[in-house]
């Protein structure tokens, strides 16, 4: 049975199937759209208890010859990298189409691009075939331009061309890195695991030129310093549920290019890059931080958080141990599902308020107890608090980097401490003190909103109080990828 087909392209049939019903029939375009991706989601919870948590290679794979005159091929595998990121993002889709719910403008295009995004996100972290991961790449950029310039806010047209721009510049580069490393390989292939296998004939200056190439076509999606500033805006301009999916997926396919292919390919410029990269975490931990301390709106301070939180993950990267690579790998994970739950609250204060200026607000924790209460376990865990998610991952990070970068590492302590300026301040701001009389009537969250809300709050609770299953998953595959540079 082809499962990761299925995962894969199950979202594709929904998106089909919207395009053959009636603009006017917008209950059943809903319908199917929550069907096809909750199918998805359901195959991916499947693959848990077949999962073998023991080994490192790929599974579930599947191999067919798609353009072989060049060598193309329909190639998809998952492992302990891959396969939390794919679980992920069938969650995270799920949880962003239920958010979706409300939308009343164009509602047959906007599920259908919803649903062909992902296809391309699911697709990105199954592909083991360097042109078909590409082309699951790009697929991601066509539905973000849309969904972000039609359903957005006021400046929607320029945050959806600088998104569109910023990434194709950047995929430009890794097509350039990915035609090289085909010429390169003896015999020529795009097959990523063969690829891994053959590098050692490769020598320092090929390794350094082509890392930068894949690299700028990563670091845009992360998006790492100094290739950041498409993302507030985005966000910002952004209807909810594609901010809840931008920061829950889209951010961590840079993360998960530079892991799988960035380094399995070129451990030479990998570890010539290494003292600029741990660089570049320190500037997004702080300097995002930083910049979230300083926002007004409440959208922006969260845009501007997953930067500092994506530094984390770069910092435990350059670690290159199995505790940094874990950590990377489980504060993507975490980051997700945290800052996909901070963007549906925004979201829902705005249906109602129709501001997120943080100085508006005042005293709503009596009037609105339920939402105070999931926005405050929600920053609670952003911030690293013990017992939520964020802690343990960013724990694992800083512990990971710190044998090899000390002092960037203790530098790096700076931006936790910044997280929890600005989180407590909005949650001050927000929640404490006497009512705002402008908001007497404002309304608490309504089921549909619990319905996206629960899971995510559930999971941050569980991954806090107890990973071990998550990371069971990944330690394999983990274990061996830091093995592979010594």
């Given amino acids: 049975m082809n499962i990761l087909s299925l995962i894969t392209f199950l979202p ?34 499947a693959l848990l208890f077949f999962f073998s948590r023991t080994s490192p290679d790929m599974q579930f794979v599947e191999k067919l010859p798609w353009i072989p005159s060049i060598g193309v091929q329909y190639f998809l595998g998952v492992d302990g990298l891959s396969y939390p990121l794919v679980l992920l993002t069938a969650l995270m889709t799920l949880v962003s189409l239920i958010a979706s719910l409300n939308i009343k403008n164009r509602v047959k295009e906007y599920f259908f691009w919803f649903l062909i995004l992902e296809v391309g996100m699911l697709g990105v972290f199954a592909a083991l075939d360097l042109v078909l991961f590409y082309i699951f790449w790009e697929i991601t950029l066509v539905p973000m331009y849309f969904l972000i310039g039609i ?37 020529h292939t795009f097959d990523l695991l063969a690829l891994m296998r053959g590098n050692s004939s490769w020598d320092l200056k090929f390794q350094i030129v082509i890392f930068i190439a894949f690299y700028l076509g990563f670091a845009v999606k992360v998006p790492a310093f100094p290739f950041h500033t498409w993302l507030p805006l985005a966000h910002v301009e952004a209807p909810t549920a594609v901010s809840v999916v931008l920061a829950a997926v889209l951010l961590k396919m840079g993360v998960y290019g530079i892991m799988r292919v960035s380094y399995g390919l070129l451990p030479l410029g990998f570890s010539w890059f290494l003292p600029i990269l ?77 501001t997120r200026d943080i100085s508006a607000f005042g005293g709503l924790a009596a009037k609105v107890p339920i939402y105070a209460g999931i926005m405050s376990l929600a920053c609670f865990a952003s911030l690293g608090l013990p017992g939520l998610a964020g802690f343990v991952s960013e724990f694992l990070c800083f512990l990971g980097a710190f044998m090899r970068w000390k002092v960037y590492t203790a530098i790096s302590v700076l931006g936790l401490l910044t997280t929890a300026a600005f989180f407590l301040r909005m949650l001050e701001k927000v929640f404490l003190g006497p009512l705002n009389p402008k908001w007497a009537d404002l309304a608490d969250v309504d089921a549909r909103e619990l319905c996206a809300l629960i899971p995510l709050t559930a999971l941050t609770i569980y991954l806090g109080v107890y990973p071990k299953p998550a990371l069971d998953l990944m330690n394999s595959t983990i274990i061996h990828m830091a093995s592979l540079l010594k």
């Avoid at 435990?316 to 505790?323: E, F, L, S, Y």
């Fill in 12 to 45: 594709l049939f929904g998106a089909l199937a919207i395009l053959a019903l009636p603009k006017e029939r917008t209950r059943a375009i809903q319908a199917v759209a929550l069907a096809s991706s909750g199918l998805s989601l359901a195959l991916c919870v």
């Fill in 151 to 187: 359903w957005g806010g006021p400046k929607k047209e320029y945050a959806a061309i600088k998104f569109f721009l910023y990434t194709l510049t950047g995929s430009v580069f890794m097509l350039l890195g990915i035609l090289a490393v085909y010429f390169r390989s003896s015999p």
């Fill in 278 to 354: 741990v660089v570049i975490a320190v500037i997004n931990i702080v300097y995002g931080a930083l910049c979230a301390m300083a926002q007004q709106d409440m959208k922006k301070m969260v845009a501007y958080s997953s930067i500092n939180h994506m530094g984390y993950c770069l910092l435990g990267i350059a670690g290159v141990t199995a505790t940094g690579f874990s950590g990377a790998l489980l504060q993507m994970v975490n980051h997700g599902i945290i800052t996909g739950m901070l963007f549906l609250l925004v979201g829902v204060i705005y249906d109602r308020a129709h």
